[in-house]
């Protein structure tokens, strides 16, 4: 320990020794003295475990980039507009060349415009299609899913799609079953309301009256929790997550359509890169070379 404590007066001195021997050179930031992890790239991918509850029997898709290989395991049966969309552009070549250009840390790196930079992005179709949100896939850490237009506006999927590599467990027991029952109880209404329209045609007051009940039903889960009929519903999703970590809160509101199986480390790194500040776009390119389908 002596000769541990002896060390900082040395390595000060090494440095201020350093820096006068460089007299005037520019001073550097840390940003601009720290490493770059995309200098290492490619990796070597590693296998990892599926989290999803949901057994899929379908494709895969290896993800090559200049970053390494990324493997995903696709679900057509649960989302097979999504699916079916990605294979396509993928078999067409559309991802050849086309950048992972957002990077948020230890959270998701999101691609999928066209390779070609004078394209306009599209879905096989040309147009946007519908979301697949409640399709027994959820945000566990490695998801894979469509992005949309970025925001959460509803079916309005195209071609780009994230990685998530976010493992955030949630502190309350309680998170994981409200978010899943509030999307139940809001579809539930939803259809009630569906069903009233039909019969007949509904005033600003009878909806604005529909808005506030439902509202109040949502409320009210803080407050009295989930109804015991749903609690086991939601206990083996509730326990996946408290295992994995994901993102809860992006449920229901993009359709997961795969999960990386292999090369999660891969997409871990893309989010550690170097990027720029105002729109976190990694400072050197981490580029789509190709994607392989496996049926």
Known sequence: MRNKSKMIPLVCLAALTAVLSTGCAKKQTYAEM??????SFPIQAEPVENPQLTNSGGPSAIVHTTAGDITILLYPKQAPKAVENFIGLAKEGYYDGSLF??????????????GDQEADERSLWGEAFEDETDNGLYHFKGAVAMAGDGGYTSNSNLSQFYLLVKEEIP??????PANCYMNDLMKLRLKDLEALG?????????????????????????TDGVPEEYEDKYVSVAARYGQVGGAWGLDYKHTVFGQIVEGLNVAEAITQVKVSAEDRKPKKDVVIESVEIIE
């Open 34 to 39: 720290s490493s770059d992890i995309a200098d």
């Open 101 to 114: 250009y957002y990077a948020k840390r230890g959270e998701l790196t999101q691609g999928g415009k066209p």
């Open 171 to 176: 502190e309350d027991d309680r998170i994981i």
């Open 198 to 222: 039909r019969e007949k045609e509904l005033s600003e007051e009878e909806i604005k009256t529909f808005e506030d009940d439902l509202n109040a039903e949502i409320k009210a889960i803080a």
